[in-house]
Each structure stands twice: as structure tokens, then as C-alpha cells.
């Protein structure tokens, strides 16, 4: 008899050991991620959850290197038109699926033709895919491409099973399917979408977690908050301005790495009527309001020097940084001289950015400086889905907003600054500065693409559509007992090797 | 905050008892304090220019989130302004957004209200209908999808909780149009030939006021409270120009590092509500001494 | 009765497609398009156009708005434009948690509410009706997500007793659950209290004057039996109709409420929705909003009459 109750006790006992051993990690999210389907997403935070769900044709390290995931190896065409991968072996999607050729094939394929694809334009190079065996692809490209192994690195190469896409359609989103360290358990929308590990991951060992939980927390202070209660284990985007109290408490950890994004004030020079005033008509008016500003001072003001001044589409840590043109020292003096010259003195400018609060700030600290010089600054807020269409229908002067940056040096520039360019919403046209930026996509020659952005930073620095004042740096608060976390210039949450402290 | 669904009818007054209401009210210390309290807001609000004071929009980058000291006795806040200067200034903004948009809703409900009630037959019936529409959307969020719609701004803030909050006062206005209209001054008024203008103007209006003016009174309160969430929500008054509401908004995101920012917009909200509150209990008392 | 509730529900026919032609015009009109707050970070022409295509946005208004509201009539309220869910089955996600913070807050307004008013009104004049009545403005002049912005600082932030948010559905875990919200509610729940209050003390003032009590009195009952049998009885009529006027209003009040505590209810699908244009969230919410609150206006009145049997006359 009482052998039993010592088994019984003894089984509760292991019941409850196993029960603390489920590590569950939880991380606040700023926003509610978006559908999750790689080809349908469109969002920054989607793509944290993603990097935990869904492997990727190839990775980044922290210096932005391409490295080896789910392609173990690849080689180009000296033509630089076609280029081959190995890929792992032993890969099973979270469904038993086979990961292949075949697969990279379909996956390649969904972007490019699911109607409701947003990675269209990212894979628009690729003309073809070849299965050349179960485990190597060839694909086919109708030009050079010096940034497709940069979209496979992010949404574009993400690999979703087949199988899964194909019965679920556009739907694929409610319950996805990949090949990650975790699978997808369950969503509740604005409140939490769980992973649970997947026994059958390549890389399993690397994972010291039985299942990892998003929390959207939208709130600054009360993400915050919460990792200081322990609620969560990590969050993301954490203020600026709470860095101070994060380094002061010893129960937390700070990481931080700048992003590989901007923020900046985008000009109206050529989009409709609105651009006929000596903003967007003179370029000298132009400089005047970029000397105007003083960057490291904004930074210190607003952020805390958190952030990193900038003044150009790249980072100045980012090897793609321009060296000849600095981040410019302000002179209010030099800036009357130019509004002097262009004819322009106490001009109004109207100046549209979002409701968001850092925003506002951001644009009251430019008002300030601005009206030194005599430029007088309008600000006039907008819901930001206001703001965006505005600015495609040119129906602004200044607009501050920013990009979130990609990998490859081509994402930050060549959509906003060539003449056709999708996302330019200035209009900026200079022939000279398509030419450049043309060639820097196609070249793979990371020093024939280096000299080419150093000469269109050299036409840009004078024409200013776009008027850089600085660089996000992407902050997370970690409790102390969460160990490995390696912060990324992509903002995403790694989690090979991350584990509780024993 | 709920006080925008609470309404108060009250029977017609003959004109003499207005004179007793107004000494009931003077003999009320509450209701006195009430008004006091909104006399001091609106008073400041007016001498905020002669005040000796930092302009609310002036910036000075070395003295940025700094605790309330003798240089600035509320601190300052996120870009280096004065908070005591923003405040004040604030309360123009708060005021206005009260009594714009309380304004507009009676500019727009007692003609609505008046006709509904006066003609009757399918006029009143469209209106009554609109109204009852208006009325089953939640106020904060119709509020808001027409803040959204007209673009963010003080001035479409007022519109926004102006047209919100109409509905309220069409109801006391139909309602208390029906009420005279059965009265026999009312009948024997018609009987003589009076114009319709002439019977609105002598009998209907005077008597609708009361319940109106109470309820105007505690509707004001409502309003700056909710020109304060619009504000929060981003939907209100635009920088750099300050509203209490506004300040809380960016106040929230320094609540550690600088809580005074957050204390007294809040604070002032409190007691300039207070103060319309209690008048407004007071002007109901006084309109209606059955209670006390 | 069936008559009346019959007669004041086809009345709200015609209210409701007032409603539901105001919310589907506003939302047209807003300023932003859905699309492109859709489309992602490039906004890829090809992509918007297909999906103006898709969601029929170029459809001439009347087209779309009879096609949303024959499709509502099914039961069909439409998909999110953000989230790709049905509209009905994030309402469906998202009514219970609103439910349970407002049925708490209902909670916390009628145990505060109506003893603080029974008592100011039996103690008319006297001190404890002074503070009960400078409490009850009190409690509706704070703005309640500056109460809320409060609380978190002090509760959660200085002294760490309770989460600053991180709900838990209550089937889950019943006790963490109602652990989360009880700030939320606390601070929804405060303003009701003071409402709810005055209305007690009202019409226990009411009740108390009237002659049953005085012919109770007489009788030389008990104080409390006179307070409790007699006059609460009584007093309690325009208190439920109140209560049940109240929780039609929460789903509103519970707005800024969600907001701040991050609760993943009602309030913040639409203000979320309203942000992000997305349509048809917006409307579907607005829609079964204003039907809930005139049926629950219906009830109302109904409850009325059946404890107040003189009503049925007039």
C-alpha cells in the first residue's frame, strides 16, 4: 500500500519536474503581426515570428554576410545570370514533407504568381528554376541580380511546404506551414501567436525551448513593464528614453544594433502642383534646411543619443557609407546664405508626419531648428495610412517618414531615387543617378557596386529628395536570465542557442 | 464620463421661477465652488498671454524632462518646453474644445429638436429615427471614426464630439417641445393666430432652456474630457500647440523617467470637469428643488 | 407585452439601416486608402490594383454597400482587410473579453455604487452623503485612461502587485484572468459607480418620502426592515434599468479602457481598425454594437415595465 502512494508521489513528482522544464519563452511584440504567409506579409514584426517559423534559403550574420541555412552551398554564372544551390539535406518541413528542389521551385513559383504575392518585385529577376537533382537548384535570371541572395535571406526565401500551399490557397496564412526551429500552434489575434519546437528540426540541438510565445504589446511602457514583472522574457523596439532605467536595473539586460533602415524628410519636387514652391523647386532651399538641422543634437533631444545621426540612405556604419560626405556640422549662418542666394527668406513649409508620438517630436525638434534659419515649419499630423496615400497622390511639401531598411544596399536606394521607382514619392528624376544606380545592382562586384553609390551619394548630397536626419537602433530588454541573444541590424529575435540561465 | 447619456427632463417653468432657480443657486456652496473652479480655468486661460510666462512652443535643449524646480515650477518636458507655460495654454484648448463643441451640438439639436417636436407627423419621425441612430453608436467611437474622417485637428476634434454629442440635445429638445405644446398658453396662443416663429420664440424656447442649459453644462464636461482622449489618441490638438490631452499622450511614454508630465494635465482635466460638474448638479437643483 | 417588444423592434429596423448607411459611408469617406496600408512597405503597383480588384473597391459605393449589407443579412459581415479573418469570427474572438471586463467593471460599479447610494440617501445631509456625493463626481470627472495611466504606474510599476497587462482568457485560467483585469475594470467601473450612485440615492430619496414607507414606519417596523423590504424594493426598478442601459454603454466606455491595458477586446479592434482603414471591421463592429445597445434598450424598457406594472398604462 503505502509502496504505491510512494509511486504515486513519486509520478506527480516527475509530472510536476517535467512541468518546470517546459521552457516557454515569451517576447512582447510592439504591433500585432499581419497574415502569416511569407508571400503574403507585409510587416517588420511579422517577420520576428517568422524567423523562429519559417528557415530561409540562406542567413545573415550580425556584419550582414550571407551564410548557408536551408541552401548549404551556391555558386553564379560567370555571366552572373544564373545562379546554383545545394541544399541541406535531411530538411523536413513541419508536416513531413520533404524539403527539395522541387520545393524551392514551388516556393519560387508561389512568389512569383500567387495573386496576392508581396514579394513579386523582389523575385522579378528569376526568368526560370531547374531541378537539377532532388537536392540542387538552378535558377535562371534575365539580368544580373546582385540583390536576390539578399531577398532570400528575408521573406522572398523563405520556404513554405509545398504540400501545405497548395491544399490551403491564400489561406495559407491561418495555419503555415515551414521548415523552422518551431511550428505553428495557435493565434489569437492581437493577443498571441505560439510556436511549439519541432522534434525534427535540423539544427534541433541549437533550441532550448519547448515553445515560444509572441505577445503583441503595443504600449511602450507597459511592454516594458511587463519584462520588469517577469511577465516576458524579451521585448523588442523598447524606447529610447528607457534605456537609462533599463541599464539601472540589475534584473535586465540591454541589447542594442543599429538598423539598416532611416528617417528622413522626403520632398515633393516633381510629384503634382504641391511641388512648385522653393522647397521643392531649389535645391539650395533644399541644403538650407538640411544645415538647418542639427542631427546629434535631435538624437540627443529626442532619443537620448540612442539612435545614430545620419545623413544619407546607409548608416555611417554600414560599409556601403559614403565617406566623402559626412554628416554635416549645422550653420545656421551658412543656411541664411543659401535662402539669401535662392531668394527664399522666411519661407513656410508645411511639413507632414504621423500621429505617432517620437514622430511628433521629432518634427517639433525640427520646427525649432528650422525657424533659426527662417524656415518656417507647418506641422501637420496625419493617421499614417493618411499620410502614405497623400504621398503617393503628391499631395504634400515635406513628409517625414522613414524605411525600414533591407540587407542589400539596393533596397534602401533605388526605389526612391530612379525615376520610375516604385516607392518615389518625390519624383526625383535624374538620369545620371538612374544610370549609377542601375549599375550597382547588376554588378556583383562589391567594389565596382561601392565606387557607383559613392558617386550617386555625390549627386544626392547636392539635390536632397530626401533629407536624412537619422537611423533607428533597434533596443530590446532581456531578463537577466535569457543568455545567447545575438543582436541583429535586422531587428529579428534569433533564437539558435538563446537559453534561460540554469 | 457617462454623464453624456444622463438626461435631464424637467417640467416647463413658469418664468418667475427662473429668478428663484438663480437665487437657489447662489445659496449653493457646492455648486458656488463648482463655478469657481471653472471661473479660475477660464480666467487663466484668457490672461495666458499677460502672464509672465515662456511662450508654450519654446524649446531649450539643456534643460529637457527636467523635475518641476524655482526656474520652472512644472517641470519641463520631452523637448526642454516649460510645462507651466503649456498648461495654461493648454487650458485655451480644453475650454474651447468644451464649450465649441457643446456649442455646435446645441446649434444643431434644439433646431432639429424644436422642429421634430413642434411638427410632428414624419419630420419628427425622421429626425427621432437619426437620432435614435446616432444614439446607438457609442459616443467615444463615433467620436472617433469622425475625428479620422475629418483629418486631425483642434477645430475637427470640436466637430467631431460637437456632432456626437447633438443627439442628446435633439432628444431634450424634442421632448420638452412636446411638453408645451400641450400647455394651454400654448393652445390659446395658436387660437389668437400667433406665427409659428412668433409661438417658438415666446413659449417654446424659454421653456426648454432649463433642462437644456443643465444639461449643456455637464455636457461641456464630457467634451473636454473627450477632446482629451481624442488628443491622446493623436486625433486632437496638433503640435506644437498644447492641450492637456496631447500632453498626457506623450506623457505616457515617459511615465518613469518623468511622471510629473503625466500628473497634471490629468490633474487639471480632473478639476476643470469637477468644476462643470458640480455647476451643473447645482443648475439642476436649482431647476428643480423637488429633490432637496 | 410580446405586442410591445414586437412594435419596438420593427421601429429599430429602420433605425439600424440608418446605422449601418452612416457607417459604411463615414468609412468611405475617410481619407487613406486600405490598400495601400495593405500592399507593404513597396507598394507595388501591380499588387494595389489587384487588390482594389479583389475587395471590389472600384465597384460604384451603392454597388458595395448593397452587397455588404445583403451579405450582413446572411450573417455574413465580411472579411478583414488586415488580418484576412472573417469579420464575425474576430468579433466572436474578441466579444467575450470586452464581456468579461464590462460584466467585472459592472460588478465593481453596482457593489461601490449602489450601497454608497442607499446610504447617502438614508443619510441625507449628513457627512456621509457629502463625501459619497464628492466621490461619485469624482468618479466621473477623472478621465478614466488618465486613472488608468495612473494605477499602472503606482500598482504595477512601484509596487509590482499586479500585471500591467498580458490578458488570460478566463477559461483558461480563471483566477489569472480575472487578476489581469482588474485594474481595467477597476478604472471602466469607477465611472459607472458614480453614476450609478446618483441614481440610487435618487430614487431611494424618492421612495423614502412615499407614503408605504411612512405607513411602514408607522407600523413600527425595524429601520432596516423598512430600508430593505420596503423601500430597496422599490428603489431597485430604475436601478436595473440603469444597469441594463449601462452595459450597453461599456462596450463604448471600454474603448481607451483596452487601449492602455492592452486587453485584446472590442475597443481595440476598432480603434485599431479605424487606424489601419480597415473597413470592414469598422463597420461589422459599429453594426452589431448598435444593435446590442438597442436591444439592450429594448430589454430596458421591457424590465420596466414588468417590475413597474403602473408603466403599462401610460
Known sequence: ?502 | ?292 | MLSFIGRRILIAIPTILLISVFVFFLQKLLPGDPVLALAGEDRNPEILAFLREKYRLNDPLYVQYFTWIGNALQGDLGISLRTQQPVLTLIGQKLPVTIQLALMALVIAVVIGVPAGILSAYRKGTWIDWLANILALSGLSVPNFWLGIMLILLVSVKLGWLPASGYQPFLEDPLQSMRTMLMPAFVLGTGLAATLMRHTRSAMLGVLKSDYVRTARAKGLSETTVVVKHALRNALVPIVTVVTLLFGELLGGAVLTEQIFTIPGFGKLVVDAVFNRDYAVVQGIVLCTAVAFIAMNILADALYRVLNPRMRNS
Open chain 1, 1 to 502: 500500500m503505502s509502496h504505491k502512494r510512494t509511486l504515486a508521489l513519486a509520478a506527480a513528482l516527475m509530472i510536476g519536474a517535467s512541468w518546470a522544464q517546459a521552457a516557454d519563452l515569451r517576447i512582447g511584440l510592439a504591433e500585432d503581426p499581419d497574415v502569416l504567409d511569407p508571400d503574403q506579409s507585409r510587416t517588420f514584426v511579422g517577420r520576428i515570428v517568422y524567423t523562429s517559423l519559417c528557415d530561409k534559403l540562406v542567413d545573415i550574420t550580425p556584419e550582414l554576410e550571407i551564410i548557408p541555412q536551408l541552401a548549404s552551398e551556391w555558386e553564379w554564372s560567370e555571366d552572373g545570370k544564373v545562379l546554383t544551390m545545394k541544399l541541406r539535406e535531411g530538411v523536413t518541413f513541419h508536416d513531413g514533407e520533404p524539403f527539395n528542389a522541387a520545393a524551392v521551385a514551388a516556393n519560387i513559383d508561389r512568389s512569383q504568381n500567387l495573386d496576392e504575392s508581396r514579394r513579386k518585385s523582389e523575385v522579378a529577376s528569376i526568368t526560370s528554376t531547374e531541378v537539377v537533382d532532388d537536392l540542387t537548384i538552378r535558377i535562371n535570371l534575365a539580368n544580373p541580380d546582385a540583390t536576390l541572395l539578399a531577398q532570400f535571406a528575408d521573406r522572398a526565401g523563405m520556404m513554405v511546404s509545398p504540400k501545405a500551399a497548395e491544399a490551403a490557397g491564400v489561406d495559407f496564412g491561418s495555419n503555415p506551414v515551414c521548415s523552422g526551429p518551431f511550428k505553428f500552434k495557435e493565434r489569437v489575434q492581437q493577443d498571441r501567436i505560439v510556436l511549439e519546437k519541432f522534434a525534427d528540426y535540423w539544427n534541433a540541438d541549437a533550441i532550448h525551448f519547448d515553445t515560444v510565445t509572441y505577445l503583441p504589446i503595443t504600449d511602450g511602457t507597459v511592454r516594458l513593464a511587463n519584462v520588469r514583472a517577469g511577465d516576458v522574457d524579451i521585448i523588442e523596439r523598447l524606447a529610447a528614453t528607457d534605456v537609462a532605467s533599463v541599464k539601472a536595473d540589475g534584473n535586465l539586460k540591454l541589447e542594442m544594433a543599429v538598423s539598416l533602415g532611416y528617417q528622413g524628410i522626403t520632398i515633393n519636387v516633381n510629384n503634382g502642383d504641391r511641388s512648385k514652391n522653393p522647397l521643392g523647386q531649389d535645391a539650395r532651399v533644399r541644403r538650407a534646411l538640411s544645415l538647418a538641422i542639427d542631427r546629434e543634437a535631435l538624437n540627443q533631444v529626442v532619443f537620448e543619443g540612442v539612435m545614430a545621426a545620419g545623413n544619407q540612405a546607409f548608416p555611417p556604419t554600414s560599409p556601403w557609407y559614403s565617406a566623402d560626405y559626412p554628416i554635416p556640422a549645422r550653420d545656421v549662418e551658412a543656411a541664411k546664405a543659401l535662402l539669401a542666394e535662392a531668394g527664399a527668406e522666411n519661407i513656410e513649409v508645411e511639413l507632414q508626419l504621423s500621429t505617432d508620438p517620437v514622430a511628433q517630436q521629432v518634427g517639433q525638434v525640427v520646427q525649432a531648428m528650422a525657424a533659426e534659419a527662417g524656415i518656417n515649419v507647418k506641422i501637420v499630423a496625419k493617421e499614417f495610412a493618411t499620410q502614405l496615400s497623400e504621398q503617393t497622390a503628391g499631395n504634400y511639401q515635406a513628409s517625414q517618414i522613414g524605411w525600414s531598411g533591407r540587407v542589400d544596399p539596393d533596397g534602401n536606394i533605388h526605389q526612391f531615387m530612379t525615376c520610375e521607382g516604385g516607392i518615389n514619392d518625390s519624383k526625383y528624376c535624374n538620369p545620371a543617378v538612374d544610370e549609377l544606380l542601375n549599375a550597382a545592382r547588376t554588378s556583383t562586384d562589391i567594389a565596382v557596386r561601392k565606387a557607383k553609390y559613392d558617386e550617386a551619394e555625390a549627386i544626392l548630397a547636392e539635390d536632397l529628395p530626401i533629407i536624412y536626419l537619422y537611423h533607428q537602433t533597434w533596443i530590446w530588454a532581456l531578463a537577466k536570465k535569457v543568455e545567447g541573444f545575438v543582436p541583429y541590424p535586422d531587428g529579428m529575435i534569433r533564437l539558435e542557442d538563446v537559453s534561460f540561465a540554469e
Open chain 2, 1 to 292: 464620463m457617462s454623464s453624456a447619456t444622463e438626461i435631464y427632463e424637467t417640467e416647463p417653468l413658469a418664468p418667475r421661477r427662473r429668478s428663484r432657480a438663480l437665487a437657489h443657486l447662489l445659496n449653493n456652496p457646492v455648486a458656488l465652488f463648482g463655478a469657481a473652479l471653472v471661473m479660475f480655468f477660464v480666467i487663466t486661460a484668457l490672461l495666458a498671454p499677460l502672464l509672465p510666462i515662456p511662450g508654450p512652443a519654446e524649446t531649450d535643449w539643456a534643460a529637457v524632462r527636467k523635475a518641476p524646480s524655482a526656474a520652472h515650477w512644472l517641470g519641463t518636458d520631452e523637448i526642454g518646453r516649460d510645462v507651466l507655460s503649456r498648461m495654461i495654454w493648454g487650458a485655451q484648448a480644453s475650454l474651447l474644445a468644451g464649450v465649441v463643441s457643446v456649442a455646435i451640438a446645441l446649434g444643431l439639436g434644439i433646431p432639429l429638436g424644436v422642429m421634430a417636436g413642434y411638427r410632428r407627423g414624419w419630420t419628427d419621425a425622421v429626425i427621432s429615427r437619426i437620432t435614435e441612430a446616432l444614439l446607438a453608436a457609442p459616443f467615444l467611437i463615433l467620436a472617433i471614426a469622425l475625428a479620422a474622417f475629418l483629418g486631425p485637428s483642434l477645430r475637427n476634434a470640436m466637430i467631431a464630439i460637437g456632432l456626437s454629442a447633438m443627439p442628446i440635445f435633439i432628444r431634450i429638445a424634442r421632448g420638452q417641445t412636446l411638453q408645451v405644446m400641450t400647455e394651454d398658453y400654448v393652445e390659446s396662443a395658436r387660437a389668437i393666430g400667433l406665427t409659428h416663429g412668433a409661438i417658438i420664440w415666446r413659449y417654446v424656447l424659454p421653456n426648454i432652456f432649463p433642462p437644456l442649459l443643465v444639461q449643456a453644462t455637464l455636457t461641456i464636461a464630457t467634451a473636454i474630457i473627450a477632446e482629451a482622449s481624442l488628443s491622446f489618441l493623436g486625433l486632437g490638438q496638433q503640435p506644437p500647440a498644447p492641450s492637456w490631452g496631447s500632453m498626457l499622450n506623450t506623457a505616457k511614454a515617459f511615465l518613469e523617467q518623468a511622471p510629473w508630465m503625466a500628473m497634471w494635465p490629468g490633474i487639471a482635466i480632473f478639476l476643470v470637469v469637477l468644476g462643470f460638474n458640480l455647476l451643473g448638479d447645482g443648475l439642476r437643483d436649482a431647476f428643480d428643488p423637488r429633490e432637496s
